[in-house]
């Protein structure tokens, strides 16, 4: 069957999960689902901008005491909350509001949703991860499989 536009926007793709948060009550549980494109793109272009360090005005003179340090090389070491800012970002663009399946919180919303308890926060977010590394390891799989030269046909297997 073909889709159309409409049929493609309004098809559900997005894998959902329970998850339980006693912190919030006995019974409590949230739903988390997949991140979409645009979304993940969001998260991963606000993270690898982390730490920058702005390109100096053309006026400035830079100095030998402004040159880098022995330890240039090394991998930037994000804080605490830098890793838990990304932590939030993530939590608001899966946490879904069960009626709708659309993000439960605005951005407006992440300081209050990181004052919430710290273990309840990171048992959705080990969650939130597992659901979708799978399915990040899952597009990295195919596309590692296809093949470039081999087109778009629709060839049988």
Known sequence: MLLN????????????REVPVPEWGPEAKVLIGEIGALARARIRDWWQTQ???PEPAEDEILTTDSSPGPDED???QYTDLEQTELMLRWLLETILDPQTQQPA?????LDALGAKSPAALNRIYAAVLDLNLQTQ???????????PA????????
């Not at 536009?5 to 959902?16: E, F, G, K, M, V």
């Not at 919180?105 to 919303?109: L, M, P, Y």
């Open 51 to 53: 730490g920058r360090v």
């Open 74 to 76: 090394l991998p930037r």
């Open 105 to 109: 919180f605005s951005r407006d919303q």
């Open 137 to 147: 390891a899952a597009v990295e799989g195919a596309e590692k499989n296809s093949d």
């Open 5 to 16: 536009a409409q049929q493609i926007l309004l098809s559900p793709d997005h894998r959902t």
């Open 150 to 157: 081999a087109g778009t046909g629709s060839g049988g297997g």
